[in-house]
């Protein structure tokens, strides 16, 4: 067909039983392409005239009205456009356009395509074909020569490519074992392409890679084929892979007539196009798994019958691009036809069928019906109007007129009858029904007798017992309310609007607003937020509110409960929301007091610390805070139910469980308070002082134990009995101090005393140039034991204070200070950083450096023409101080190195020290956490190495 592009002018076309549809030569010149074009493929065309480019062209698939497809090719020329139809391989042309329907397939499938000329020759394929090639034969060379070792290796692939091209379709399964040794399965199509004279001019060569889908059909029939329940496994184009014998057996066919076939071909005809469509939306979506809606329907036997099924959905995947649907079917057709039965057979107990014949004037009834008024059959098909005579005269008139208005107006009729019968006295029936219209006209009534006699009754009790029910909702303190959500409007009891306080005018004028009214301000927000959640999401009312003072002044009423919850149709459609409104002012009063009365007794257990209540049983029952933080445990552990024998320590529970028992037996020897162990959380153990006392709870026997946390007072215990030791060990070293000190200073003061009495004797210059140097030096070495002893006095004595000290600048000081002491040849060597510091009590610290100086000085070799002292320092990783004092004095032997820093030890010949340098500066670093070392040889010198750490 072509067609001019200015006013899309039909000029010229083909037979209209080639096209898809029909065109006539009257048409052809005089009418536009739209005017005879269908409507429903307007759009298409449109959009297509659009869409095509100038001298290329585009395939488009057209629907009719019966889901039929059609292809047709549009091409772009300088001024016109040409529709040719595809159907199916056969174009207008005299030659067959392949690369045009091949590119058309390969945007409509995943799978190995190819066109196989007669001489065997691939004119055409697409790239899922080339990869599946490359899978089969990896070697370097191009995708047409490893077809050509395909088909030298294949006889198979030979004789469906020449079935093909002898006009015959062709399938075959091949095992085939890749380059990578693993079996691929492939399912391959060989079918004949014809040209317009139906002469075979190619092969369409169409595979699939099945290995999956071969793992899934072994694992199908070894699992399921023994289950009583159906399944079926559907591919990706709705084709039947595999299925179970159970559903083969309940369908009655075998299992060749499934296999390859749709689906939905076995589903009936009334649902196949909802299933068709449901099974499509869950196969193109990729990211369902699991059809989480059951669906129904009925699958179609050999015998033309059907069976009814519940459907589960799970998609499985075949491979990387293909995936199925594993059905599982559950027979249900039993189940629905028992409840289809007994759904008819209460219908028909309940409505009972009446037909009534207008000219004939008979009347045809079912059984139920005279067992409904108790008399035959016969009689009532006899006497049409039996229910009208033997009923009263109000109903009898109400029922004629009822029945005279259908026939007039041919409208549906239903009325209550009440009949005085013989057989069965006073009944109330309920008769309903529809004109029976013939070629417009009313040829009789039909319809249903119900027996409401026993409905009458109780509605009639419901009455006679409304009363009760008030005085009921009166004692009860209980008001119901309604809301129709048709009329917007609500509905009181009397007893809720006497509750209320509330006038009969307000009662049919409530709104939101009054009722709100009621609410104390506190409790407006969750009554309004409760309110939207039952109108919007249909979420039930449970609210205790207050009420504001107004109500309360006027009707004593404090607190009210409400409720509410919506009422359904069967439509699933909200009809009315209903609901009741409790006095609960006493409920409330008393929840009050029993909240004071918890209240006291949880002040009670605070106030006691740490304590526990335990049943007869041995269960604790309660406890509170202060126990959990004495035992380690966090507000979240709960106590409560464990024994709590389980809480003291193992050598301790005997004394616990004696100590109760005597406390129930009133044993008046039993002690008020005893000291154990409790295990904590972490294992660790603390002492308590528990104290035991019974109660009645309830009429049941309890013990209240306090633990008083007694652990400080046991840790100071043992300081005092660690103080007393060392006080013990103090008085010792006292006495040794207080003899060595008074022996010490008899030795100079004995000397003294000597001297005086000599220079009584002697001349005065005797005693002046001899005797009196010699007092002197006594005099001195006093002084120095005495200062000695102060400095140990203090060392012992005083507290740590940290500070930063130039370390450098502090061995100057000392050096300057005592330079008058040492040989005028004596070299001191500093080697340390000039801002060197440390943190450490200055006190001690130079106490140190000072006897460690004055001692070097003291005991220099004198038969050495050099003498030196090297002091180095530094600071190690941990910022611990490093000092070193090295001499090249006497020295020390090794057995009196563990004698010098002993007090009042001299290890010198020539000493005329106090003894105690070495045993201060020892202290001092001891109280500083700090070590000293000593290596020394005679006449070699002496090595004294300190470390202290920093002070915080």
Request: one cysteine or more; glycine letters at 4%.
């Amino acid at each position: 067909m072509i067609i001019q592009k200015v006013d899309f002018l039909l000029l010229s076309g083909y037979d209209e039983q080639q096209f898809v549809f029909s065109v006539s030569e009257h048409d052809y010149k005089l009418n536009s392409f739209f005017d005879v074009c269908p409507k429903e493929w307007q759009g298409i065309f449109r959009g297509a005239f659009k869409e095509v480019i100038r001298n290329t062209c585009i395939i488009k698939e057209l629907y009719d009205n019966d889901g039929n497809k059609s292809l047709v090719r549009i091409e772009n020329e300088e001024n016109t456009f040409k529709i040719f139809r595809i159907n199916p391989l056969l174009t207008e042309s005299k030659t067959f356009n392949f690369h045009t329907l091949f590119d058309h397939l390969l945007k409509t499938t995943n799978d190995a395509i190819a066109i196989i000329s007669s001489d065997k020759k691939m004119i055409k394929k697409n790239i899922p074909l080339e990869n599946l090639l490359e899978r089969l034969i990896r070697k370097p060379i191009s995708s047409n020569n490893r077809f050509e070792e395909l088909l030298n290796k294949s006889k198979r692939v030979n004789t469906g490519i020449n079935k093909a091209l002898n006009g015959e379709k062709y399938q075959t399964e091949v095992t085939y074992l890749s380059e990578s040794n693993d079996l691929v399965f492939i399912r391959t199509d060989y079918s004949p392409l014809h040209d317009y004279q139906n002469n075979v001019i190619a092969c369409l060569v169409k595979s699939r890679d099945v290995t999956a889908r071969n793992s899934i059909e072994d694992m199908f029939s070894v699992m399921l084929n023994s289950s009583n329940t159906g399944y079926v496994l559907v591919s990706d184009t709705g084709k039947i892979i595999k299925i179970n014998k159970h559903l083969q057996d309940l369908l009655g066919y075998k299992e060749e007539e499934f296999i390859n076939r749709d689906f939905v071909d076995f589903v009936h005809s009334t649902i196949k196009k909802e299933v068709q469509g449901e099974f499509s939306q869950l196969l193109r979506n990729k990211e369902w798994l699991v059809n989480k809606n059951n669906m129904f329907l009925d699958l179609k036997k050999k015998d033309n019958d059907s069976l009814l099924f519940e459907l589960e959905n799970k998609k499985v995947i075949l491979s990387d691009h293909k995936s199925a649907l594993f059905v599982t079917l559950k027979n249900i057709t039993l189940k629905e036809r028992n409840s289809h039965i007994l759904h008819e057979m209460q219908r028909l107990i309940k409505a009972c069928g009446w037909v009534y014949d207008r000219f004939s004037k008979k009347m045809l009834v079912t059984e139920e019906v005279a067992q409904v008024i108790g008399v035959s059959k016969e009689f009532v098909e006899k006497n049409p109007t039996f229910l009208l005579n033997n009923s009263d005269e109000t109903s009898k008139e109400q029922a004629k007129e009822i029945l005279l208005s259908a026939f007039r107006n041919k409208t549906n009729f239903n009325f209550e009858l009440k009949i005085n019968s013989k057989f069965k006295g006073e009944q109330w029936v309920r008769l309903n029904g529809k004109p029976i219209v013939r070629h417009q006209r009313i040829v009789g009534l039909y319809g249903a007798l119900q027996d409401i006699t026993e409905q009458k009754h109780s509605l009639n009790l419901l009455k006679r017992n409304e009363s009760y029910i008030k005085e009921i909702q009166r004692v009860t303190k209980v008001g119901n309310w309604v809301f129709d959500v048709k009329n917007n409007r609500f509905y009181w009891s009397d007893h809720l609007i006497s509750m209320l306080r509330l006038k009969d005018d307000k009662h049919r004028n409530l709104s939101l607003k009054a009722i709100l009214n009621f609410v104390d301000t506190p409790y407006l927000f969750p009554m309004i937020n409760a309110i939207k959640k039952l109108s919007l999401f249909h979420e039930p009312i449970d609210l205790d509110i207050k009420c504001n003072n107004n109500l309360n002044a006027a009707s004593g009423i404090e607190f009210i409960n409400i409720k509410g919850r919506a009422i359904y149709n069967r439509k699933g459609e909200v009809k009315r929301f209903v609901g009741a409104v409790t006095d609960i002012t006493a409920r409330k009063n008393e929840e009050e007091l029993n909240k004071s009365k918890k209240i006291w007794l949880k002040s009670m257990l605070n106030a006691a610390r740490d304590s526990f209540i335990a049943e007869y049983s041995g269960r604790i029952a309660n406890y509170n805070r202060g126990l959990q933080k004495l035992l380690g445990y966090n507000h979240y552990f709960d106590l409560r139910g464990m024994v709590f024998i389980n809480l003291f320590y193992e050598e301790d529970q005997d004394r616990v469980l004696k100590y109760r028992q005597q406390c129930r037996q009133g044993d008046i020897s039993t002690p008020q308070k005893i000291e154990v162990k409790m295990v904590k959380r972490d294992n660790s153990l603390v002492d308590v002082e528990l104290c035991a006392n019974l109660t009645k709870i309830k009429g049941k026997l309890y013990t209240i134990f306090n633990a008083h946390d007694i652990s400080k007072r046991k840790e100071y215990e043992m300081g005092l009995l660690h103080k007393n030791k060392e006080l013990i060990e103090t008085n010792k070293e006292l006495d040794r101090f207080l003899y060595s000190t008074t022996h010490d200073l008899k030795g100079p003061i004995t000397s003294l005393r000597g001297l005086v009495n000599l220079g009584y004797r002697e001349s005065s210059d005797v005693v002046k140039d001899v005797y009196l140097p010699m007092m002197d030096k006594n005099v001195d070495r006093m002084l120095d034991l005495i200062s000695d002893f102060g400095e140990y006095l203090r060392n012992n004595r005083k507290n740590i204070v940290p500070e930063e000290i130039t370390l450098k600048e502090q061995l100057e000081t000392i050096i300057h200070t005592h330079k008058f002491s040492a040989p005028s040849n004596y070299v001191v060597n500093i080697n340390m950083d000039e801002q060197l510091k440390v943190v450490t009590d200055k006190y001690r610290f130079r106490s140190i450096l000072t006897n460690l100086y004055t001692n070097a000085i003291k005991y220099y070799d004198r038969e050495k023409d050099k003498h030196y002292l090297d002091i180095t320092a530094s600071l190690d990783d941990n910022e611990s101080l490093i000092l070193s004092f090295v001499d090249n004095g006497e020295g020390i032997s090794k057995h009196e190195q563990t004698k010098v820093f002993d007090m009042f030890y001299r290890a010198s010949e020539q000493s005329d020290g106090t003894g105690l340098g070495l045993f201060i500066v020892k202290e001092a670093i001891n109280v500083l956490n700090g070590e000293i070392h000593l290596k020394s040889d005679p006449n070699s010198g002496t090595n004294f190495t300190v470390s202290l750490p920093k002070l915080k």
